[in-house]
């Protein structure tokens, strides 16, 4: 049976088209660049793998009545069972958008210098991740997905080395 050149190019114009967007949600997060220091006293930074493979910070949603200070120190023993942490300031924001089914939706994140304060803490990472790590300063910039996440980073390592923390 022969192809049409109307057959083959179809399916750029149709087929699995996706709901109209009916709604525009705002989701306000929080979340820490978490790090801590190494024997040698290096500075090195958690990260955890999402269902898709992509490296970034712990995160989570403001429940009402909580503050996004509040809400970074739950995320983060939530997602990798550290309790023993020391929030240092806020670092910045980070501006996300994505596709819910027929919802758009604007999450915006608070970010905060977090030091883990017992380096033999044990790790423990949620069902839905597929990674949690420690990764050096160099290798966390390369393996991060999400270049606004790499610059408050940076930016965190700038304020270890200017504050000796």
């Known amino acids: 049976m022969r192809t049409s050149n109307f057959d083959k190019i179809k399916k750029y114009f149709g087929g699995s088209k996706k709901p109209l967007i009916q709604e525009i949600v705002r989701e306000p997060t929080a979340g820490g660049v978490i790090f801590r220091r190494n024997k040698k006293g290096e500075a090195e930074f958690l990260l955890y793998q999402d269902a898709r493979d992509r490296w970034t910070i712990p995160k989570g949603h403001i429940e009402p009545g909580e ?3 509040v809400t970074a120190r739950r995320e983060i023993g939530e997602e990798t069972g550290l309790k023993k942490i020391e929030l ?3 670092l910045g924001k980070v501006n996300f958008r994505y596709r819910r089914i027929d919802k758009l939706v604007l999450m915006t994140t608070q970010v905060y210098l977090v030091k883990a304060l017992d380096p033999n803490e044990r790790l423990q990472k949620e069902e839905w991740m597929n990674g949690l790590k420690w ?3 160099h290798e966390a910039l390369d393996e991060v997905e999400y270049e606004d996440i790499g610059k408050l980073i940076l930016l965190a390592m700038k304020r270890i080395r200017q504050e000796n923390l």
């Open 67 to 69: 503050t996004a200070q």
């Open 135 to 137: 990764f050096s300063f």
């Open 88 to 90: 240092h300031g806020w």
